[in-house]
């Protein structure tokens, strides 16, 4: 595999000072960096039971349908609210200052569905733990969550205590 942290950007004090912002569009426009990230995040949940991969808007959706397609799965997304056509199901949680809501099509996870939710980065833990209980509301079983990127220093894992988690790169 190529050395994909060669091909992420670092964008010192983005958004704010202090902050060091792990840019993935520089991956994602090299054909070899995109091709290996998503080769090697299918490969990694080969062996992983699933039905359906479960994509986070927005940056999960890049990397969702194209997993869930090497692994001839089909997708499902959770957006911001208001973005979905039909029924929804929406779960609310925290952030740091404040909250946030995610929804779901309400028939997209049938009960007993092994879900294996992607996105690209996992920092505090909080959308991921959400999305987690988002899929057990339905009825779906949480195969693991992948990530393209972890943020050790974050300590986000802790939220997902309990689950099978794997990110492909660690900062």
């Keep these: 595999m190529i050395d994909l942290k060669a ?22 426009k090299d054909a070899n960096g995109l091709q290996s990230a998503i080769g090697a995040l299918a490969d990694h949940y080969r062996a992983v ?11 999960g959706f890049i990397f969702a ?5 090497a692994l ?21 949680y925290d952030l740091e200052y404040g909250t946030d809501v995610l929804e779901i099509h309400a028939d997209a996870i049938q009960p007993g ?4 939710i992607l ?5 505090t833990g909080g959308t991921a733990a959400a999305v987690a209980r988002l899929v057990e509301k339905l009825g779906g079983t949480v195969s693991s969550l992948g990530f393209l990127i972890e943020l050790d220093f974050l300590a986000g894992r802790k ?6 988690a794997f990110a492909l790169l660690h900062y």
């Design 72 to 92: 001839g799965k089909g997708f499902v997304p959770v957006r911001k609210p208001k973005k979905l056509p039909a029924q929804t199901v929406r779960i609310e």
């Design 119 to 123: 996105d690209d980065v996992l920092a």
């Design 49 to 59: 039971p699933c039905d359906v991969v479960l994509g986070v808007e927005a940056r």
């Design 7 to 28: 091909l992420i950007r670092e964008v010192p004090d983005f958004p704010k000072p202090g902050i060091n912002f792990y840019d993935i569009t520089t991956l994602l």
């Design 65 to 69: 349908p194209a997993v869930a397609y």
């Design 113 to 116: 569905q092994r879900v294996l």
């Design 159 to 164: 939220k997902l205590e309990g689950y099978d």
